[in-house]
C-alpha cells in the first residue's frame, strides 16, 4: 500500500528486470516529496494490457495530476507510448495475467532546474478485476490517530500511514482501515474511496481525502446512477452521523472493482442489498 516502495524494495525490483527504468534513476523521486512535484497511478491489467474499458479514464486522470507537478501534458508521453511502456515491462517480466502497473511521475530538481521524469513498477494482483464475490462483504476497522491524512489527494506522504493502517487491519482479520481527515471526518479506506448509501437513496462521498480513481469516474460518467433510486452527493469528509445514519455502505477502486462493506469498526454494520447489485451492474458495464 505503499505510495513509493521502500529502497530494498527497488532494488530488488530493479535487479530481477521489474522495473522499466525510463528514467536516469528513481530516487529523485524522494526529493520531490518535499515539494509536491511527484504524483503516482495504478492501472489494472489484463494479460499485460491496461484494463482497456477503464483506461480513457485513467489516462484523463494522469493529465488532470500533471499542471499539479508544473507539467504540461504535451511535455508527457502520448497515451499509446505509455501503453506501449507498459505492455513491453508486463511482456518482460512474464507475470500473471493480473497484475498492476504503478506509474510514477515526478520533477527531479538537478543545478540548471527541474527535470520531467517517469517510470513504472509491476506488481502481482492476487485476483482478477472484479473477481470478488459481493456476498462476501468486505470488513474495515474504524479509523485511529494514526490512520489521519490530509486533505491532498497527491501528498505521497500519507502512504506510509495508509500502509500502517491496512497491516494493522490485517493482524485483526480485517480487509482494510478506514482513514480519517484532521476533524475525525472519514477521507477513504485504506483500499479504495468509500461510500455510503442512506435511506431515500441519497450516497454520500468524500471530497478532501479520496484519491482520483478510474473506476469512480467511470461510474460517474456511465450513467449507472441513473439505473438506481441514487441521489450522489460529497462532502469534506464524511461525518460520524452520516456512518451511523447509513444502511448500506460500498468501497469503489480500479484495481479492486466495487465491493460491498458490511461492517465498520464494530459499533456499526451494514445491509448489501443495493450495493451488491450496483457492484455487479458495474462489473456489467466493464467486461470485455
Known sequence: MLDLPPDDWCDKYIQDGNYLKTADAVWGVRSSVLTGLAL???????????????????????????????????????????????WLLATRNRYPANSLAHIVVWQEKLSGGYSLRHAIFQSRRPRPLFDYDPRRSLRLSAPTPLSVVGGNSGVW?????????????????????CLALENGNLARASIGNIFFLLRGGRVVG????????????FAKDSGIWDKFPFHYEEMEGIPQNIVFEAEECFVCDSALGVQPVVSVGTQKRFLRTISARFAEELRSLTSL
Not at 206 to 217: F, I
Open 40 to 86: 503516482r497511478h495504478v492501472v489494472a491489467l489484463r494479460a499485460g494490457e491496461p484494463y482497456l474499458p477503464l483506461w480513457p479514464w485513467h489516462w484523463r486522470l494522469i493529465l488532470d495530476e500533471l499542471p499539479r507537478i508544473g507539467v504540461s501534458e504535451i511535455e508527457f508521453p502520448t497515451s499509446k507510448d505509455l501503453r506501449d511502456e507498459i
Open 157 to 177: 506522504a500519507e502512504g506510509p500511514i495508509e500502509a500502517l493502517a491496512q497491516r494493522n487491519a490485517e493482524d485483526e482479520g480485517l480487509d482494510g482501515a
Open 206 to 217: 468524500s471530497s478532501r481525502g479520496a484519491k482520483p480513481d478510474a473506476l469512480c469516474e
